[in-house]
């Protein structure tokens, strides 16, 4: 039903030439972004309507300045200091309407409502904040202050080499103190997740979960107003369904296309792909906190027991390359040499026997109902897990769940075994390690492994200690060697990050991280 009225809803807004229509494959699951981890919604908030102190480029390859125009660091590296740009605005919306610019009480508010327990804000999270806590920041920071209106001096307790790049990410947002001052003053902080202010490139205007998101371009954006006057996010689920509305000029961007319509649209003359490899990694989490999944020896049979050629060639139809760890292969610290999971259902078999499972056991499989860029298609991905975990006589039920309530509760660690995907977001190889597997992530929810070891642990904390970078590599190759031989996850793929486009579209590239940045694409008549 839903589907079928969308182009009624668009009609209007599609009819203006400066209007840019995406057609995105989720809803998300808010616009307040720090308390959630799904990539659907920072390509929602974070990218559309907010902005960091640093934003990671990339093409270059390296931090640069965003809201703060220069930092430094003490010699000891315990202290940050950020200069802001003067000027900044916040937007003006139907909601809100500022009275002053952006400046360090904001940036204050935007972290400290994350790591103070006793912050008036802090509990409106009802979840948490599920990167800062991953990130141990609570334990890293040991206060923000403000030296001067326009400046901001963060103190760590510890030197960490990845806390500028982490500050990059979508989590690490700023947010108005005014504007929240004003809701809680009104009782009514819970707004915040609805009616979001911030100083991006995008205004929301309005939101209709699993139809549509409508944005105006912020005339006030401190980088230029946008090349397009208004932005639409078409949330369209089915990617064959996403094909379509492109070619009938419904949408002038598709993203998260299946691998046979890149194809498809390679042939096509009024249609472009764009395509970079992926800084992610497909796998499937096991949880080691629920029995048998706790030895790991089954987790080892699971990883054995699994055909991935056959995989890889079904669902990425050779849009990804395999994975054996962590990492994809653009990793700085990639260990090139990790040994893999060879196909081996006799030695899988073995290892059941040697757990005291020779009958097999019975497990469940998590998975999403519409494809993505890291799980192209679900329903035939958890077909093939299933029959081959069948084969050694694992008996596994697949369970197609709702994206945000596979989140949630996943999070809570309620899966077996669980179809997911893991974007970095700044470039740096610890925010593979420390979201999916610190000790303090199993708390926060992000650790789909749910596994915790004072070693692994170590090494992770060793890596962000450390300041060189060949120091950091060997520890983050010992860190992967153990996620390894404990085979906490089925690695799957490292894909292709793909959109596709109409040839009316100009300015645009696909992130290697999965942000989305429309400021600077512009649509030809």
């Keep these: 039903m839903r589907i079928a009225a969308l182009p009624l809803l668009l009609a209007p807004l599609l009819s203006q030439a400066a209007t840019l229509s995406v057609c995105t494959e989720a809803s998300p699951d808010g616009f307040d972004v720090v308390q959630y981890n799904s990539l659907t919604t920072t390509n929602a908030s974070a990218d559309m309507l907010m902005n960091r102190l640093v934003d990671y480029d990339a093409t270059a390859g390296q931090l640069v300045p965003s809201l703060a125009e220069r930092w430094e660091v003490s010699a000891d590296g315990l202290s940050w200091t950020f200069q802001l740009r003067p000027g900044v605005k916040f937007q003006r919306t139907a909601w809100f309407t500022p009275s002053r610019e952006l400046n360090a009480d904001d940036v204050l508010f935007s972290f400290q409502r994350m790591l103070d327990p006793a912050h008036p804000w802090h509990k409106v ?6 990167h800062a806590q991953s990130m141990q920041w609570p334990a890293l920071i040991e206060r923000i202050e403000a030296p001067t209106p326009l400046s901001v001096r963060f103190v760590l307790k510890r030197p960490d080499a990845t806390f500028l790049a982490t500050l990059s990410m979508g989590f690490a947002s700023i947010y ?36 549509v998101i409508r944005y105006a371009a912020n005339p006030d954006y401190f980088a230029g107003k946008p090349a397009v006057d208004g932005l639409v996010f078409a949330i369209t689920p089915d990617a064959s369904v996403r094909l379509q509305r492109l070619r009938r000029g419904e949408c002038q961007i598709a993203l998260s296309p299946k691998p046979q319509d890149v194809q498809a649209a390679r042939a096509e003359s009024r249609l472009a792909v764009n395509e970079t490899p992926a800084f992610m990694t497909a ?13 790991p020896q089954v987790r080892q049979a699971i990883n054995l027991a699994f055909d991935k050629a056959s995989y890889l060639k079904a669902v990425f139809e050779g849009s990804a390359t395999p994975a054996s760890g962590p990492y994809p292969p653009n990793t700085w610290s990639y260990a090139k040499d990790l040994p893999g999971y060879a196909h081996d259902p006799a030695r899988a078999r073995a290892l059941l026997a040697e757990a005291g499972l020779a009958d097999g056991f019975k497990t469940t499989i998590w998975t999403r109902p519409s494809g993505s860029l890291l799980n192209p298609n679900p329903s ?25 309530e596979l989140i949630r509760r996943a999070k809570a660690g309620e899966h077996d075994l669980l179809f997911m995907g893991w974007a970095g977001d700044n470039g740096d190889p610890d925010n593979f390690l420390t979201p999916q597997f610190a000790c303090a992530s199993v708390q926060s929810g992000l650790n789909f492994a749910r596994y915790c070891d004072p070693q692994l642990d170590q090494l992770i904390s060793q890596g962000k200690a450390a300041s060189a970078q060949a120091q950091r590599s060997e520890l983050y190759r010992q860190a992967q060697t153990l996620i390894q031989q404990q085979a906490l996850w089925l690695p799957l793929a490292h894909p292709t990050a793909f959109a596709l486009h109409s040839d009316r579209v100009s300015g645009y590239q696909v992130s290697p991280f999965g942000r989305q940045d429309f400021a600077k694409v512009r649509l030809a008549p």
Aim: hydrophobic share 45%.
């Design 125 to 130: 999270a009802a979840s948490g904040y599920p």
């Design 176 to 211: 108005s103190a005014e504007y929240a001052a004003k809701l809680l003053a009104d009782g009514t902080p819970e707004k915040l997740n609805a009616q979001p202010v911030g100083t991006g490139p995008f205004v929301l205007k309005r939101f209709q979960k699993d139809a």
């Design 283 to 295: 796998f499937v989490a096991l949880n080691s906190q629920h029995p048998p999944l706790d030895k």
């Design 380 to 404: 035939l991905g958890a077909q093939l897990l299933q029959a081959d975990l069948a084969k050694v006589g694992i008996q596994a039920e697949i369970r197609v769940i709702e994206w945000g």
